[in-house]
């Protein structure tokens, strides 16, 4: 019997220290969990217990088998969102649409909006920019900001970037002219961190790689082709594999009917190449 015990205590050791909880299955959620008007996934953000992902009008929060958790309502243009320390962050665009019909995120200014678990906000800030694309790395937010000159859509090589207090929400260093070799149109459209690099996806050109790779000083450290505008995260640490980090992206379906709106998405894996890790 005890050394029954002992080699079962022997397997379960063997079992944590080799590893990794299995990753939960890829699934799509049911429409019932998103806002049915509303835009494409903007963006997604993981923690242990839950998967968020944002539309233009509000936040939604998902178990990790697809159920919905509940939604909040926000009134201007909500965009990525990140989880970082038990609190879900925001970036928003104050622009006025009807003022602006193209959208061009460098007119109109922003906020930073935090959120606790259950979608109740907490705290928030105005940026005197439309903000767009948000990832936490050591207290640090890493916030886009768009292209550096107007008009964004057309293709341009500098996207600024801006860096916050986590806690404070204060701005604490110089904002950041981007450009990791390639032309992008508008700005940043997620940005997500493995706790050492920060990860952003741009809409790229043509052939161009969609992801720059930064180090926590924001210099460019590599690149990688994945089309990712719709959510990117990295998953919380105890689903990574051997190789490391394992990230999840969100594709919006979207039915486009007049009478029967609905949105959902399909949410997948995805691992960098080795070749172009850093
Ligand atoms: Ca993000």
């Known amino acids: 019997m005890k050394n029954t015990l002992l080699l079962l205590a022997a397997a379960c050791l063997a079992a944590a220290c080799s590893g990794h909880a299995s990753l939960p299955e890829p699934f799509t959620p049911g429409t019932e969990a998103f806002f049915p008007e509303g835009s494409h996934i903007q963006g997604i953000a993981t923690s242990e217990d839950a998967l968020y992902a944002s539309q233009d009008c509000g936040l939604v929060k998902l178990s990790w088998t697809g159920e919905a958790l509940g939604r909040r309502e926000l009134p201007v243009h909500t965009g990525d969102i990140c989880w970082y320390k038990g609190e879900l962050y925001v970036s928003m665009a104050l622009a006025d649409n009807a003022q602006d019909p193209l959208g061009d995120p460098t007119s109109g200014k922003g906020q930073i909006l935090v959120f606790d678990k259950d979608l109740n906000p907490v705290r ?20 886009g900001m768009g292209a550096k000159e107007q008009p964004s859509r057309i ?13 404070t929400l204060e701005e604490i260093a110089p904002r950041t002219e981007l450009d990791y070799g390639y032309d992008t149109r508008y700005g940043a459209q997620n940005l997500c961190s493995d706790g050492k690099s920060i990860y952003i996806s741009f809409y790229a050109v043509e052939g161009a790689p969609q992801i720059a790779i930064l180090d926590k000083d924001m210099n460019v450290v590599g690149t990688q082709f994945l089309a990712a505008n719709q959510g990117l995260d990295v998953m919380p640490a105890k689903w990574w594999g051997k190789e490391g980090p394992v990230f999840i992206k969100a594709k919006t379906i979207k039915t486009k009917a007049p009478e029967t709106p609905s949105v959902t998405c399909k949410l997948d894996y995805w691992t960098p190449s080795k070749e172009e890790r850093p």
């Open 124 to 143: 928030g800030v105005d940026v005197d920019r439309r903000v767009d694309g948000i990832a936490c790395l050591d207290d640090v937010l890493y916030v």
């Open 155 to 167: 293709p341009h090589r500098i996207n600024l970037f801006g860096r916050f207090d986590a806690k």
